[in-house]
Structures are given as C-alpha cells and as structure tokens.
C-alpha cells in the first residue's frame, strides 16, 4: 500500500491556487464534476475510447472570457483507449504536475486493477485508498467484516444451498458483463438447482462464481441508499453528514414486477427469470423517526473503520440498506467511495445535503466544498490518502 506519508508529501507540493478535480469518466463522474464546477474547481474526466462523447461533447463546458462556465460542467477530458491506461507513468505525472485531485469510484477499481491502484497510483485520492478493497466481498476483511466488527445488522448468511429455507438472494458476478450482478432468488434448495442451471445454460452466470458467490437471507422491503460525508477537518460541527438518500432501478427487475402475475407466468425461458443490472436512481427521503437510526449505523461504520482501517473512512460513503416491517435496518452492501446513485443530487442537491447548507449540495459538490476548506485552512494533506 503506497503510504500515506508518501501521498501526502506529494500533495504538499501542489500549487493550491491550480487544484483541479479528476476522475474516471464513469458511475458518478458528472455529480463530481458538477459540484467540482459549483465550488470553483476546474475538471478533468478520463475517457475511455469509444464511450466518451457524454464527457467530451455533451456535458463539455464554456467558459466566458472571465473565466466563468456558462454551459457544461466537464473542462477538459483525455481519451485513453482503456481506462488502465491511466496507470502509465507519464499519465501520472502528467495529473501530478496540473495539481489533480483525485475522485475515486467504482469503475476506477473496476476497470484499474486494485492492487495497482494502492501500490502505484502516485497521485492523492479524495477519500480511503485503504478502504477500497474492503468492497470485493470475496475478501477476508471485506465490508462483511467490518459490519460484523461494528455490529452492525446485515441479512444472514446461508453457507450451503442444502440449508435454503426460505427466500435467499444469491450475490454473485454476471458473467458477461463485467461490473453487473448476476443476482438471483430462490426460497428451496431445489428452486436454487433450477435457476442456477437455467443461468449457466444461459450464460447469465458461471460455475467459478457460483461456487464463491454469496447466499443472504431476503429482507423483504424498500431499498434506502444512505449518502453519507464523513469530514475529519470538521470542528464544530457534527464530522458525519447525510447529504442524501436514492434508490435503484434494475433491469430486468423493474420490468418484471410491474407485471400482472398471469403475465408473468407467460414470459418465454430467456425472459421468465430477472436480472438485476443497475440502470438509473431516483431521489427519496425517510420518515424521520427513521433518521436517527441511519445516523447511528453511519457513526458504527465511521468508527469501526477508523479502528481497523486507520485513518478511517474519508468523505463520501454509502451504507446500502433495506428496512424491514419493523423498521429495522439491514446493511446489504457498502461503498467506501462516492456512491453510485449521486447523480441524482448534481445541481439540484437533496432534502438533507440542502437543509444542512442552505443551498443545493450534492455530492459531488459537499466533496469540493470539503477541497475549498481544506486549501482554506491548509490542511489538503488530512483529507487525502
């Protein structure tokens, strides 16, 4: 793991007044942008041939003769042929010698081989280069175990098919397309023979990753993605932050259940069993007397992290959550990054982000805000990894 003393010797000679904020042009990049745009930052998006245009034309920016943007949100964008290409040497030293800061996000570890990024990415990182890892379920010191360091509520888990009782999710990785979940359900040992065929045959998944996927108990309820900002240059207020709250729309879920069931019951072999690849997010809140049980699993995490992952969670995070008829929460998965719903809070902020600041704060935006204040009060160097 490249040390942080490393990191932030090298941050310690960026000139302050030329910060620019870069990231992988994907997830949640333009929340990144937008609010890297609305706090004074120029951007920087790196694109990967042949997906690039949304960065490179569509939500390219302008900027008038004083310097301010009129239109866009994306300054400038360098197109690699894979997004890996950002670990060359002289790409590093190229993000180093313009000041970037770097965003960050689940395609960064998806698309750039992880142990390169904590060993050799020579450049700060908004946020816990350490923490990264711990979203790969299939490691020992996975969020799992944190969460269970913690003691924090996430659904049971199921060790064999032969134990299924009742409704189980099976987590495991498409096997097509590569960030994408090849999840399905089953309620018996015998539903679970049926449908993992049916998939393999399909080529939806493989044996590889059903012999390491994990088995959950189903908790049966809505989603609620908490968006959470941990600062540690904060020192008056509250350090934890809930900036806001989305939840997901998967396909082919989202088709199959607004369904009638006799309909469902007709679907063709290649339509009858769904999928779950994430297509887009919407925007929500909690009832409040809800929202003092969030905090607390947010307080547990930030702790726990910082005992067993020192320095602990920095900036954005998001707890995954469903919440069952009795208002009890359950932690399905972890990003100890930007979150990947985000998008829906750029420009227009969130209920919470909002009344908190008194202006429309998203994510992207409070993490450029968190860059101004650290520049402000010269502490960059407490908020990188």
């Known amino acids: 793991m490249l040390s942080r003393p490393e990191v932030q010797e090298i941050v310690s000679g960026y000139d302050k007044d030329r910060i620019k904020i870069g990231m992988i042009a994907s997830h949640s990049a333009l929340d990144a942008c937008d609010g890297a745009i609305e706090e004074g ?154 449908k993992s065929q049916r998939l393999l045959s399909q080529g939806v998944i493989d044996q590889e990753s059903l012999d390491q996927a994990r088995m959950e108990r189903y908790i049966i309820g809505p989603v609620f993605n908490l968006d959470f900002f941990y600062s540690p240059i904060e020192e008056e207020m509250s350090k934890l932050e809930l900036i806001g709250i989305d939840w997901r729309f998967e396909s082919s879920l989202d088709g199959h259940v607004r369904l009638p069931a006799p309909q469902q019951m007709t679907l063709s072999e290649k339509q009858f069993l769904p999928e779950y690849t994430v297509v887009g997010h919407n925007s929500c809140t909690l009832r409040e007397s809800l929202l003092e049980r969030a905090f607390r699993l947010g307080e547990r995490y930030v702790e726990a992290s910082q005992e067993y992952n020192h320095p602990g969670i920095i900036g954005p995070f998001c707890l995954q959550t469903c919440v069952d008829k009795d208002m009890n929460f359950y932690i399905y998965d972890v990003a100890p990054r930007i979150g990947g719903g985000t998008n829906v809070h750029m420009s227009v902020g969130h209920a919470y982000g909002n009344a908190l600041w008194r202006t429309p704060m998203s994510t992207g935006r409070r993490l450029a805000l968190e860059v101004k204040r650290a520049i402000e009060t010269d502490r960059l160097e407490i908020i990188v990894t």
Request: with cysteine; glycine share 4%; aromatic share 12%.
């Open 41 to 194: 930052f120029p951007t920087l998006a790196i694109c990967q041939r042949g997906r690039e245009e949304v960065y490179t034309k569509y939500f390219r920016s302008r900027r008038d003769a004083d310097g301010a943007v009129t239109r866009g949100i994306v300054d400038e964008t360098w197109v690699f042929e894979k997004f890996k290409d950002i670990m060359a040497q002289e790409n590093q030293e190229r993000l180093r010698n313009e000041n970037v800061l770097f965003v960050p996000n689940r395609s960064f570890t998806s698309y750039v081989d992880l142990g390169e990024i904590e060993d050799n990415f020579r450049v700060p990182l908004l946020g816990s280069r350490n923490m990264l890892r711990s979203e790969e379920r299939e490691e020992k010191h996975s969020y799992y175990w944190l969460l269970e360091k913690a003691g924090l509520p996430f659904p049971e888990r199921i060790e064999h098919p032969e134990d299924i009782d009742e409704l189980v999710v099976v987590k495991l990785h498409h096997a097509q397309k590569k960030l994408e979940r090849g999840f399905f359900t089953a309620s018996s040992f015998k539903e679970y023979q049926e």
